[in-house]
């Protein structure tokens, strides 16, 4: 952190709590150099998922989960198993450059993850996201599982 005074990167954190909102960390610093006190911000940076609408709406890792579940529902996958998904998926997602990721690649995400842990939950998960209209779409989906 550089040093609103004398320009120096050299500083010290003294104090840090959240603030009112709890939304972002308040510090206090020190600088090493000129001695000065100051305060920075720190905040999380958002990420935005944008609906097939075109609204954004911020990125919620409940709806991956709730999804997931949905899917695994009378299948023998722990809600452990579930949870390190998410982790991952989220984790993918906050490394992506512009901050915004569609709810298509969203659904990609998960799907890779699901055809890997059960064919059935993959093609559950399937339907819903790729919103089936007949049949001929379910079974397409099956043969290209039933190929990969």
Do not use: H, W
Not at 18 to 24: A, H
Not at 89 to 113: A, C, F, H, M
Request: net charge positive; proline share 2%; hydrophobic share 30%.
């Amino acid at each position: 952190m550089k040093c609103p005074y004398c320009g120096n990167l050299d500083n010290k954190v003294i104090d840090s709590r959240l603030t009112d909102s709890s939304d972002s960390i308040r510090r206090r610093r020190v600088c090493q150099t000129c001695g000065k006190r100051f305060t920075t911000y720190e905040r999380l940076e958002l990420i935005a998922v944008i609906k097939k609408d075109g609204t954004r709406q911020p990125f919620d890792r409940n709806k991956i989960l709730s999804g997931l579940t949905r899917a695994c529902i009378k299948r023998n996958i722990s809600k452990k198993v579930l949870e390190q998904i998410v982790y991952y998926i989220e984790g993918e997602i906050r490394n992506l450059p512009s901050g915004e990721i569609s709810t298509k690649e969203i659904g990609n995400l998960v799907l890779q993850r699901l055809r890997n842990l059960d064919k059935v939950a993959y093609i559950r998960f399937a339907s819903v996201y790729k919103q089936f209209d007949d049949i001929e779409q379910f079974t397409s989906e099956l043969s290209k599982l039933k190929n990969s």
